[in-house]
Structures are given as structure tokens and as C-alpha cells.
């Protein structure tokens, strides 16, 4: 892991671990944050895939996975709002290209690489009037993904790259990645501050997910850019 991503997670962690404790003590619950503000908690399975824009490198299938975490509304009209919060992005990608050569032929190989990041998006937030108890809602803005950990898996193996791709590949990704995110959903709201929360939401990354494609030549790594997708369905609860 980087240094900037560990002083990061320094600052981001504890608190990350103190507003649970505060978010289910009651106080969000009764509107000690005022009518603006919203704490929330979700839990949103998603599927991920890879924009492969290169000749040599294309998308090999969608791939499950999830995030979760702490969401923060902020409404400074009662239709519209700030969103924000702070989640754990566990996702994957697979990639194939070929190696060789039009003498020896080529050999179609796929990269599954999976990713554990923080997530931190911050938006616009769009919702209707509450119609017997429903409210339709539309968001979008920019989401901030911090990688932590990064594998790969190269299929089929040989050489033994597999074991030194596995132990290294966090040093060829970027530590940073950017990223648009837009969604839609509904709020049901259960008991006077407390509502169900549903909805669909898509992420466009822009920043090439490998920054390094010279550190493993011999694996096929080349100069096209990989870059990440995922499409979640979010569940949670407001309070």
C-alpha cells in the first residue's frame, strides 16, 4: 500500500468506526441532526466489467461483487441535496489478450484482477414530494475509489507468474481512480425518520486502472488501457 494511502486510511478509519456507534444510538434516529441532514447504511451488490478501448485487450465477462457502508444526505432545499459517504468496494474485473507472435501463433490468456478499495463519491441529490410514504429519488456526481488491495489471476498459468503477480500487483495500479457515478431509486419511509432505501446505480471510471504495463511484460501486460464499470443495486435504511 502506498504511504499516502496509509496516512489516508489513518484519518479515515476511526472514523468510519465511531458513527455506527452513533448512528444506531438513537440521536440520528430522533432528528438530532436536524431535518437536513440523513445518516444512512447500506448494503449493495453489484456487477463490474472493463472498458478495453486498446486493440490487444478486450473485456472478458461481467464479474459480482459489492460495497458497502455509511451514506450522509445533506439537504439545503427540501427537493434537493448534497450526498455523500464513506464504503468498502470489493469488485473484479477479467480481461483476455493473446500472446505471441504470426510465426509461433498466439495464445489467448485472461486477467482476473480484483480490487478492495474505499469508495468515497460525493453528488447531487434529486427527490419528490413523499406520496404515501414513497419518494422517488435521482442522484449523480463523482466517486473517488482508494484502492487497498489488488490481486491477479492469469489464466492458463505458467512459469509460476500467477504466485509473482499475486504478491505485486498493488505496485502497478493507480492509488487513485476518478470516476462519474448517476442512479435512481425510491425511499419508503417506515416510522417518522427511518426509511427503506432501493435503487440502481452505475459508475464510469476514467482513469486507467494499471499504471504500470511494463512491470510484466511477459504476461501479456500491454500499453491498452483498462478501465472500470460497476452497475449496483442499492439497499439500505436512512435514519
Not at 472514523?15 to 438530532?32: E, K, M, Q, R, V
Amino acid at each position: 500500500m502506498h504511504t499516502a494511502q496509509l496516512h489516508l486510511l489513518k484519518l479515515i478509519l476511526p472514523l468510519f468506526l465511531c458513527l455506527p456507534t452513533y448512528l444506531f444510538s438513537g440521536n440520528a434516529a430522533s432528528g438530532y441532526l436536524g431535518p437536513k441532514a440523513r445518516l444512512g447504511i447500506s448494503v449493495n451488490p453489484q456487477l463490474s466489467f472493463a472498458r478495453a478501448p486498446g486493440i490487444q485487450t478486450k473485456n472478458a465477462g461481467i464479474r459480482g461483487g459489492f460495497n458497502g457502508g455509511l451514506q450522509f444526505d445533506y439537504y439545503f432545499a427540501p427537493n434537493y441535496g448534497l450526498t455523500s459517504g464513506l464504503f468498502f468496494n470489493f469488485s473484479s474485473v477479467k480481461v483476455q489478450y493473446s500472446i505471441g507472435n504470426d510465426t509461433t501463433g498466439y495464445t489467448p490468456y485472461t486477467h482476473t484482477i480484483s480490487n478492495q478499495a474505499l469508495e468515497i463519491p460525493i453528488g447531487i441529490k434529486f427527490r419528490s414530494n413523499e406520496i404515501d410514504r414513497f419518494t422517488i429519488y435521482g442522484e449523480l456526481g463523482f466517486s473517488t475509489l482508494i484502492p487497498v488491495s489488488a490481486r491477479a489471476n492469469l489464466e492458463p498459468d505458467f512459469d509460476g507468474v500467477v504466485a509473482l503477480q499475486q504478491k505485486a500487483y498493488n505496485k502497478i495500479v493507480n492509488p487513485v481512480n476518478l470516476g462519474i457515478f448517476f442512479g435512481m431509486g425510491f425511499e419508503y419511509n417506515i416510522s417518522g425518520s427511518v426509511s427503506f432505501v432501493s435503487g440502481i446505480v452505475y459508475k464510469y471510471y476514467f482513469i486507467n486502472h494499471i499504471k504500470d504495463h511494463k512491470r510484466f511484460p511477459s504476461v501479456g501486460l500491454n500499453d491498452d488501457n483498462i478501465f472500470l464499470n460497476n452497475l449496483a443495486l442499492k439497499i439500505g435504511f436512512l435514519f
